[in-house]
């Protein structure tokens, strides 16, 4: 199964959520951290990395020789990431997704593609569970390509436990993407209950299985707790407000092993995501097609 | 024309309470929320909206169903896994293209054997001008899963430059996005000061050195304040002295204080709700003013 800890809000508690959960959980247990722009899972974890790669994105070169000048590759171009001059194109790199275009038009076949280098991503192991983890480099702007290469090391057994980048947009979709099942983590605040329902509109046009764990409760404000009934959302876990949670945190430990508690805390959400997860699944691609093929 | 942006690489540190509170401490700003995914600075603000633009960028490739002789022709070239197969009697008989996953990148389109793929103009979301007690303001709204987030972050920029001239307002005061990458790249851009908000944890401190490494990199003057300081002071002190040894200043901290979330509850400023946070904040806006004082404004450069 593949568990996505997604959203809206930044800060609400996605990497308490997954790297807690990741202890709790029994082996075998994968821990991808596709927050590739500010990964922190490694923080509560401490794992062993045992392999670093680097990952790079194709980008045009063109040969200079062969050449004619004819503009093809610029016209095809949607990211002005190569610009036909008279002579040689000019290519901006850091503009590039990489969809070879370029490449394909060129009548010369004067264009071959070199690599550039994003991010790394590194993977290793922590007591029992094996961790995956996606960093950009600093400066670089296009992270969904880095992340769904993290997303190649999914466990295919067991449970896979995705750490999401907050929002809504194309990192977040990235993602979540091919997740069974997707936790979204609120607080209980005005911020977290606006940023929660366009997370909840994007599980919904994703067509995602979804719950919501609320983050921080207190006796102020309900109207997260509420907004979930009233749209009967399941709400799979009320972490109260903790000064002794948040100091635990910010030195780095795990919740679970630091305040006592949290561990029946946890227990009782992951055997909820099993519960909620069996219950009205929704029909995936392939048994889409099944369908169709039976139709 | 001062154009000061808040940011902070880990979400959730305070970005757009302190945001709302310096905007009625100044008093004559434009106010500009890029935070294009979830955009909170409006609950503060109350904004009443004056002109809304809906932001086009980019296509999007849709398959004419009618047209479509089922090759796969599109589904070879795509890079995005965006082409999905639908199978009768074993054999492909229809394709689509998932809006979500597609980049816009056109190829499919371009090699299309039976020129059966459309490839319209995408509206990727909207931009609003607004009125609000403390000056105008512009934010937006960007489309679920839409891509060129940083695009959008640009246009609203360069919207709340013109008016700022146009009003003659001397500052600009922007609630950024979390995290690195595209639309904080589009946030920072062109600022004359970076504040970074920093929480006194692990996480905290390894998010602000790779902001700190981003602002560097695009060479524009930062600050930092340490918020929730209390949480945990050593951490905080040791914020206090990275942020001085990386070349940054240092604009104070703020307390553990439950009257930020009582202010945002009721919708206002933590300034205008008081307690102890909104003394620490008002102490770091001063610190920001002298500081802005010392930079040399360049002339404001395009996006």
Redo the contacts between chains.
Sequence with gaps: MILAIASGKGGTGKTTVAANLAVCLPEPVHLLDCDVEEPNCHIFLNPEIKSTERFTLPFPTVDENRCNGCGECSNICQYNAIVSLKSKPLVFPELCHGCGGCSEVCPEEAITEAKREIGTISSGTWRHITFVQGLLDVGQSLSPPLIRAVKQHCGTNGITIIDCPPGTSCPVIAAVTKSDYVVLVSESSPFGLHDLDLAVDTMRKLDLNFGVVINRVSSLDHRVADYCRNAQIPILLEIPDDRKAAEAYSQGLLLVESVPGFRELFERLYNRILSESSQNRKPTPENKRDFEDIA | MKEMVVI??????GK?SLTASFASLNGKSVIVDCD???S?LP?VLSPVTERMEYFKS??EAVIRKDDCVACGTCMD?C??DAV?E?????RP?QFTIDP??C?????CV??CPSGAIDFPEQVCGQWMVSETRYGPMVHAR?A????N??KLVSTVKTEARQIAEERKLPWIIVDG?????????ASITGASMALVVV??????V??ME?VF??TK??NIPTLVCVN?WE??PR?AGEIERGALSAGASFAGKIGYD?SV??A??K?IPVVEYGGPAAQDIRRIWQNIEKRMESIEIPTVMEV
């Design positions: 902070s690489g880990k979400g959730g540190t757009t294009v995914d979830a909170d609950l980019g296509h070239k890079r995005f999905h639908a199978r009768r009697y074993g008989s979500l996953s980049e816009g990148c056109g190829v371009h090699f960007l679920i899963g839409a891509e987030s940083g996005p979390p995290g690195i990458a595209c639309p904080v790249i929480e006194p944890t692990l996480s905290g390894h998010d790779r490494a981003l990199h695009f929730k949480l945990n951490i439950s979330t009582a945002q509850i919708g």
